[in-house]
């Protein structure tokens, strides 16, 4: 149930940033970087938050306060679990907002950015299969620091294909992408499956099918 907002304006707000997520998984990839965040920016954060109580009391509160202290609020977590939930926070916030600019402004068609052509990393046979079937592809040689980066956005690719299917077939690709991760860290299909086994031995595998149930 919406409270206080334009009938459908959550809906809205929320599709929009969805379909900006796809421009932006269409654009780059899936991406995994660093959080960088930490007790760095703690006095920050305090900062933040005193700036927003004295708008307040001023009769001065603006969305940019409020934004910006759940912002620096998840810069200064380190937990991964808080750092979440500060996001979430930070999130729900910044949607708050849309809609409030919804309200005054009347909303508007939210158009995404595909600045660059999509593309994606392809086995080697891939271009030469397109052409025998009467296709033409386009196709470019990664640079060598590229690799890793086209190679974690392929696991995630075919762990999602998996996921979806359910299809074992699918697990041949996935090891493959597996094989081609271990070789930029120059370890040979056999050396990985000799790391597996070392663990496996130490901790077990997975086939008690136990769940660990986690702290609250």
């Known amino acids: 149930m919406e409270t206080e907002q334009a009938p ?3 809906a809205r707000a929320l599709a929009d940033v969805a379909a900006e997520r796809e421009a932006q998984d269409r654009k780059w990839g899936v991406q ?3 959080d960088g965040t930490g007790p760095g920016f703690t006095a920050r954060a305090e900062e933040a938050k005193q700036e927003c109580a004295a708008a307040w009391s001023r009769g001065e509160l603006t969305w940019r306060h409020i934004l910006t202290e759940e912002f620096y609020e998840a810069l ?4 991964p679990l808080s750092l979440r939930n500060e996001l979430i926070q930070t999130a729900a916030v910044a949607l708050k907002w849309v809609q409030s600019l919804d309200r005054r402004h009347g909303g508007t068609v939210h158009r995404t950015g595909d600045g660059r052509r999509s593309e ?3 086995r080697d046979r891939i271009p030469e299969i397109i052409r025998d079937a009467g296709g033409s592809p386009e196709t470019r040689t990664a640079a060598p620091g590229e690799q890793g980066a086209l190679l974690r956005n392929k696991l995630y690719e075919e762990a999602g294909e998996y996921i ?6 699918e697990l041949s690709d996935l090891l493959e992408v597996l094989h081609a991760l271990a070789a930029l860290h120059g370890l040979s299909p056999e050396q990985l499956e000799e790391q ?3 663990k496996a031995a130490e901790r077990g595998g ?3 099918r136990l769940v660990l149930r986690l702290p609250r």
């Open 8 to 10: 459908g304006s959550l």
């Open 32 to 34: 995994e970087f660093p």
């Open 76 to 79: 200064a977590e380190s937990d």
């Open 120 to 122: 994606k990393l392809v």
């Open 164 to 169: 979806a299917t359910d299809d074992p077939a």
């Open 196 to 198: 597996r086994a070392a």
């Open 206 to 208: 997975f086939s008690a």
